[in-house]
């Protein structure tokens, strides 16, 4: 049983369409988030979620929105995609706190062309 | 602010030689540090963490770190290494609060010479 799944793995999509990655954690943990991890490697924070609550939202293009319909599960829906959002976008879970640290989801690489 | 910088974005060892991946962190409280790997088109790991206690800390795949207050760093070490250890590495840092989050270094690439 994969404990953060993400889906779909690759994602290749034309300029201006709308798309959604889900990501579903069977851990039980308590808290879930969204990075963007870009071309060099660099990951950066993009939302957090603790038991539906939205906590951390840093500065994301409004294109951006996230979902938690329960605590298992955190989606991420991307609005007029642009070349500028193509990265692997990673969905990780911590128990309660980041100070547990996180499992992470195999990532969703997303191209737009 | 909490933030984490990794010395060499590429470093070389050869396969059997000792692996040192450097790693110095900034924080204003009591850091909780990490180390994770990245393999290709690969999810990150955990390869261990210091939260609290002993500073000499021990992880998956042979690795380990110290935590050393004074110079600020968390330096990863391995005594001989692997071709499979060929990988992206990242120290990372974070504390204890319910809104905050983990922040990464840039990444070091293993690469191991046969």
């Known amino acids: 049983d994969t404990a953060v799944s993400q889906t779909p793995k690759y994602l290749v999509t034309q300029m201006g369409n709308d798309k959604s990655i889900k990501c579903e954690q069977n851990?039980?943990?308590?808290?879930m988030y969204w990075y963007k991890q870009d071309s060099k490697k660099f990951l950066k924070i993009m939302f957090s979620?603790?038991?539906?609550?939205?906590?951390i939202n840093e500065t994301v293009p409004n294109r951006f929105s996230p979902k938690s319909p329960d605590k298992a599960h955190l989606n991420l829906h991307i609005n007029s995609l642009e070349l500028g959002d193509s990265a692997v976008y990673f969905c990780?879970?911590?128990?309660?706190?980041?100070?547990?640290?996180?499992?992470f989801g195999s990532g969703t690489r997303l191209t737009v062309v | 602010a909490q933030s984490v910088t990794q010395l060499g974005s590429h470093v070389s060892v050869s396969e059997g030689a000792l692996v040192l991946l450097r790693c110095n962190y900034s924080?204003?409280?009591?850091?909780?540090l990490f180390w994770y790997v990245q393999y290709p088109n690969q999810g990150l790991q955990l390869l261990l963490k210091?939260?609290?206690?002993?500073?000499l800390v021990k992880g998956i795949n042979g690795f380990e770190a110290e935590f050393k207050k004074s110079e600020t760093s968390f330096h990863l070490t391995k005594p001989s290494a692997h071709m499979s250890d060929a990988a992206e590495y990242f120290c990372?840092?974070?504390?204890?609060?319910?809104?905050?989050?983990?922040?990464f270094g840039k990444g070091t690439r293993l690469h191991i010479l046969p």
């Open positions: 990780a879970s911590s128990q309660w706190t980041a100070s547990y640290g996180y499992t």
């Open positions: 851990l039980g943990h308590d808290t």
């Open positions: 979620y603790n038991n539906k609550e939205l906590i």
């Open positions: 924080s204003s409280v009591p850091p909780y």
């Open positions: 990372a840092v974070t504390q204890m609060n319910r809104d905050d989050k983990i922040i």
């Open positions: 210091y939260t609290t206690g002993a500073t």
